[in-house]
């Protein structure tokens, strides 16, 4: 059985793929944080594939990676826009920092990269093995590509 790591700040798609796609091939279980998923992943068991929300409007204070500091002077200070900002590029932080810490483990982002052709290819370029379905994208398709790579 396959497990797939799910990286949200809510709960809604691990609940569905649970509901809709767990028992036979997948196994699926929740981090909700960059923080959380970079400590599930260091501990030594083994994730066959990531499923990872690319904004976390809803994560803990303190649990965003990226320096929002930093990110603030390129707003001029406003930390509020900064915020936002960090939240909304979250699962490209988060993203970075797994490849960072050595996995290669493949990623399967939520978000539609199809009107962003660029930036696409700038993250598959620096990220592989990684491939996107939109965010609303049902069970079925997240199935068929989670189980495209752990049979491939």
């Known amino acids: 059985m396959a497990r797939v790591l799910v990286i949200e700040d809510g709960t809604e798609y691990v609940d569905a793929y649970q509901r809709f796609l767990a028992g ?3 196994a699926f279980e929740r981090a909700g944080s960059g923080v959380q ?9 083994p994730v066959d594939a990531i499923v990872l929300d690319m904004r976390f ?9 990226g ?3 930093e990110v603030a002077e390129r707003f001029n200070g406003d930390l509020v826009q ?3 900002f960090v939240e909304d590029h979250q699962g490209t932080y988060i993203l970075a920092a797994i490849r960072a810490a050595g996995c290669v483990t493949p990623v399967l982002l939520s978000y539609d990269f199809t009107t962003e052709p660029r930036r696409w290819e700038r993250l598959a370029a620096r990220y592989a093995p990684v491939a996107f379905v939109a965010d609303e994208a ?6 068929e590509a ?4 752990v049979r491939g």
């Open 82 to 84: 900064a915020r936002q």
């Open 138 to 143: 049902g069970p079925a398709e997240v199935g």
């Open 37 to 45: 998923a970079l400590a599930r992943l260091a501990d030594g068991s």
């Open 57 to 65: 409007d809803r994560a803990p204070e303190g649990e965003l990676l």
């Open 24 to 26: 036979g091939e997948l």
């Open 146 to 149: 989670l189980r495209g790579w």
């Open 67 to 69: 320096d929002i500091d």
